[in-house]
């Protein structure tokens, strides 16, 4: 089960390493290991309830793991809040829950980082500067082409697609090193799931890591480099997309083909 | 199949109109016009006066003060049903300052708020650890600190539920105009020799001062405002209300953006108990009594939604004037004072429906 090809070389981003994450009697994580090498999109696929979403919010300190170490940039990283994954250069889009409803695109683009006037109102009054978030909004969604034109309306005012794309372009905005995606393209349309797709694409042109959660076969083989397959939250593979079909990985996600098979 | 010509479209840049129209304050605004309308038709005219504005005011700006601190909870998305007696705790804790241990003012204020501070951060503290809804953990601490006020004032008088002696305890202290009485008499008594404004036969003018928890109340309105609008904290306070998730996994600190609007909450209680203590000269373990449902009122009046992430402090602020003018204008008018509770009630439903109209229209007519 060694992974091969390319991004093997290319030195290690992010390391997990027995990763576990226990609800009560319920192991929803179960000693996963997790390595994301500089510049690569590693997919992770599963069926419903298989630990995925729980797996990248155990690495990225939305919930509080079991047991488990997470290494960055071959140290060993104390990441227990999302504030900590950002300050390390993690964004992430959790799955529903990247934006608040209730404010702006500006807003929410900005939640948590918001940028001050440069002046005395900014510097002894913590006054919002929203003539430069706006501006730097305006600017991201022209270069990757998001179209929405009204930034002051409350994201609830938005399409699935819509909202996604926002949340895809603060990643692009804010992310450094890696990006953590749960499910971009569920509940979307045909056009906005390549819309998306197109976003996670830039996100790699941005020099960025990627990790994406997928029920999409078909992006997992057009877009990812590696892919690891989780089933009851346990890891059953790790292999490099090229080696791999369609027909494989679903063997694999349903336990149907067991892991050694592919290795 | 959508175009990309259609999708932009259904999105557009909204008018200026369409945008002030989903403002949270509108329906405030409106309503405090309504009331207007109708006592100017039904009152006395002495209402309008310099002297009756005050009279209705006063009464608004004590409601108001604590009605800005619950709107600002309520975008936070909590309530807090324990602020009429905290009024009359924090007020039993500033009287007991005084009175009974004779501080002087610059201390016994900033002791009494920070009092409501803690008491406030252990109500917030409870609901954030436990998860509970803060309307459950809150309606406990209303019959508690009620309770507690009773208790601890018999314990402080020997038997009594009031506290006297506040006047000339705080007699001559530097600090005392601020927080009691009327700010500006000499302005007023110069306007009043210049004839601007109304006088008694004797000269003196019939409206001494502008008293000062209007300007409190002013002041605290033009701050919410501002931290609502203009800073990252208000920011974090519509999105703690609106989504917690969402929030904390943008890196917002929810739980202590939560705890501050629970201290606020009750800062804005003690403030009104150290104004309404002065000006009385006693603290009554019965004082604000009631005043949590007519504060969240006056606050979902103003535009605020019941489920977090909506509303203003200047909404919260008309919605108390409302108050105001209904309680004191109908003493102007030939109507039973009684009608005062309907009227509430009324325009409470009112509010709601009229709310959740403007709402369907943010989201869209969905
Ligand atoms: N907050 C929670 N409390 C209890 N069990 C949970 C919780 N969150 C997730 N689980 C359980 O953990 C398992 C993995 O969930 P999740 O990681 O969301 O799966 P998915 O792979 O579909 O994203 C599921 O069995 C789920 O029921
Ligand atoms: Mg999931």
């Known amino acids: 089960m060694t992974p091969q090809g390319d991004s093997v070389q290319r030195p290690l981003v992010l390391e997990a390493q027995g990763i576990s994450k226990h609800y009560g009697g319920i192991v929803a994580l179960d000693d996963v290991d997790l390595t994301l090498h500089e510049g690569e999109v590693l997919a992770v696929v599963g069926d419903n309830g298989a630990g995925k979403s729980t797996l990248i919010k155990a690495l990225t300190g939305a919930i509080p793991k079991t047991a488990g170490v997470v290494k960055f940039d071959g140290v060993e990283t104390q990441i227990d809040t999302p504030t900590d994954a950002k300050a390390a250069g993690i964004e992430t889009v959790y799955q529903d829950l990247a934006l608040v409803n209730e404010i702006s695109i500006t807003k929410n683009v900005f939640l948590g980082r918001e940028i001050l006037r440069d002046d005395w109102l900014g510097r002894w009054f913590g006054v919002l500067d929203f003539k430069k978030m706006d501006g730097e909004i305006r600017d991201l969604f022209s270069k990757l082409d998001v179209r929405i034109a009204d930034i002051y309306r409350e994201a609830q005012a938005f399409s699935g697609g819509q909202r996604q794309a926002v949340a895809l372009s603060k990643t692009v905005m804010f992310g450094k090193r890696v990006a953590i995606l749960d499910e971009p393209t569920a509940a979307l349309g045909v056009r906005e799931s390549k819309m998306a797709m197109d976003l996670v694409r830039s996100l790699k042109d941005h020099g960025l890591s990627v990790i994406m959660i997928t029920h999409n076969m078909q992006h997992v083989l057009n877009y990812c480099d590696r892919v690891m397959v989780l089933r009851l939250g346990k890891l059953v593979a790790v292999c490099d997309v090229k080696d791999v079909d369609g027909d494989a990985l679903v063997g694999l996600i349903t336990g149907a083909t067991d892991a050694g098979a592919t290795a | ?366």
């Open chain 2, 1 to 366: 199949m959508p175009t990309d010509v259609a999708i932009d479209e259904r999105i557009k840049e909204e008018s200026f109109f369409s945008r002030m129209m989903k403002r949270p304050e509108l329906g405030a605004i409106a309503g405090v016009i309504l009331v207007t309308v109708f006592f100017l038709v039904t009152a006395d005219p002495a209402m309008f006066t310099l002297a009756g504005f005050m009279n209705f005011m006063s009464p608004a700006a004590q409601l108001g003060i604590l009605a800005i601190g619950a709107a600002l909870l309520m975008v936070g998305g909590e309530f807090d049903l324990s602020v009429g007696s905290m009024v009359a705790f924090t007020g039993l804790f500033f009287g007991a300052c005084v009175v009974t241990f004779g501080l002087p003012l610059a201390i016994a204020i900033p002791a009494t708020l920070v009092f409501a501070a803690c008491v406030g951060a252990f109500n917030g503290q409870i609901v954030l650890a436990t998860g509970l809804p803060s309307f459950i953990v809150t309606l406990a601490f209303l019959f508690i600190l009620r309770g507690l006020s009773l208790v601890g004032l018999k314990w402080a008088t020997d038997g009594s539920t009031q506290l006297r002696g506040v006047r000339d305890a705080v007699e001559g202290d530097w600090l005392a105009p601020i927080f009691s009485g009327e700010a500006f008499p000499a302005l007023f008594t110069r306007m009043a020799e210049a004839g601007m404004i109304d006088t008694f036969r004797n000269g003196t003018p019939k409206v001494q001062g502008i008293p000062v928890e209007i300007l409190w109340f002013i002041v605290i309105a033009l701050l919410a405002t501002y931290v609502l609008q203009r800073t990252p904290f208000g920011n974090w306070i519509f999105a703690s209300g609106g989504d917690a998730n969402a929030a904390s996994n943008s890196g917002v600190p929810v739980r202590r953006v939560k705890l501050i609007l629970f201290m606020v909450t009750a800062c804005c209680a003690a403030l009104v108990a150290i104004i309404t203590v002065l000006d009385s000269g006693s603290t009554d373990a019965r004082r604000g009594f009631q005043k949590e449902f007519e504060a969240i009122i006056a606050a979902v009046i103003g535009g605020c939604l019941l489920t977090g992430g909506y509303g203003s402090a200047i909404g919260a602020f008309f919605g108390a004037i409302i108050f105001g003018m209904v309680l004191i204008g109908l003493t102007y008018t030939n109507i039973d004072q009684d009608w005062y509770l309907v009227f509430l009630g009324g325009m409470l439903l009112i509010a709601v429906l009229f709310n959740n109209m403007i709402r369907k229209r943010v989201t869209g007519e969905r």
